[in-house]
């Protein structure tokens, strides 16, 4: 089995790009002839799609979750997903992280890249707009000569790094 780590936006300024995020996901993921785990922080947007995909397709979910209580985070209607995909998880690891959220979010992001055979980042390209964000985490990923699919849903560009 593959282990593919997610990181990416958990909003996008066109939200008609989610669309083809998706549309671009299930391809790649349609061309790995084996069984996938999805490793995943569960956040809104490319996480939980992601692992919403995998598990579709018959995949597992390896949930990484940075911190006890992180479902606070999430809006009313965001933490029913949440809640739900992390009852179908087949491992959950919770993160003790000391600091800020953000400290815990760069370690989740890090240990999902530790994890993983391959990873998908949903990013437009532009620095993280806070610690442990998207581009952190795909630096993290080059860094650790981590195979990256990199899907850009600003330019609608799909690359292998």
Same mark, same amino acid.
Request: with cysteine.
């Given at each position: 089995?593959?282990?593919?780590?997610?990181?990416? /936006?958990?909003?996008?300024? +066109?939200?008609? *790009?989610? +669309?083809?995020?998706?549309?671009? &996901?299930?391809?790649?993921?349609?061309?790995?002839?084996? $069984?996938?785990?999805? #490793?995943?922080?569960?956040?809104? %947007? *490319?996480?939980? !799609?992601?692992?919403? !995909? #995998?598990?579709?397709?018959? %995949?597992?979910?390896? *949930? #990484?979750?940075?911190?006890?209580?992180?479902?606070? &985070?999430?809006? $009313? !209607?965001?933490?029913?997903?949440? /809640?739900?995909?992390?009852?179908?998880?087949?491992?959950?690891?919770?993160?003790? &992280? @000391?600091? &800020?959220?953000?400290?815990?979010?760069?370690?989740? =992001?890090?240990?999902?890249?530790?994890?993983?055979?391959?990873?998908?980042?949903?990013?437009?390209?532009? $620095?993280? @707009?806070? @610690? =442990?964000?998207?581009?952190?985490? #795909?630096?993290?990923?080059?860094?650790?000569?981590?195979? !990256?699919? /990199?899907? +850009? $849903?600003? +330019?609608?560009?799909?690359?292998?790094?």
């Amino acid at each position: 089995m593959i282990k593919i780590g997610i990181t990416g /936006h958990q909003k996008l300024d +066109n939200t008609t *790009a989610w +669309n083809w995020v998706e549309a671009i &996901t299930c391809q790649e993921l349609d061309m790995i002839n084996q $069984p996938v785990i999805a #490793v995943s922080s569960l956040a809104i %947007g *490319a996480d939980q !799609l992601f692992a919403s !995909l #995998v598990m579709d397709r018959g %995949g597992q979910l390896y *949930a #990484v979750i940075p911190f006890d209580g992180y479902e606070r &985070t999430f809006s $009313p !209607l965001d933490v029913k997903k949440y /809640h739900r995909l992390l009852s179908e998880a087949t491992s959950v690891e919770v993160l003790r &992280t @000391k600091g &800020t959220d953000e400290d815990a979010y760069l370690a989740a =992001g890090k240990r999902i890249v530790e994890l993983a055979d391959l990873m998908f980042a949903v990013w437009n390209g532009q $620095p993280a @707009k806070g @610690k =442990g964000g998207t581009a952190d985490i #795909v630096s993290y990923a080059l860094e650790k000569n981590i195979p !990256l699919v /990199h899907i +850009n $849903p600003q +330019n609608r560009t799909v690359t292998q790094k």
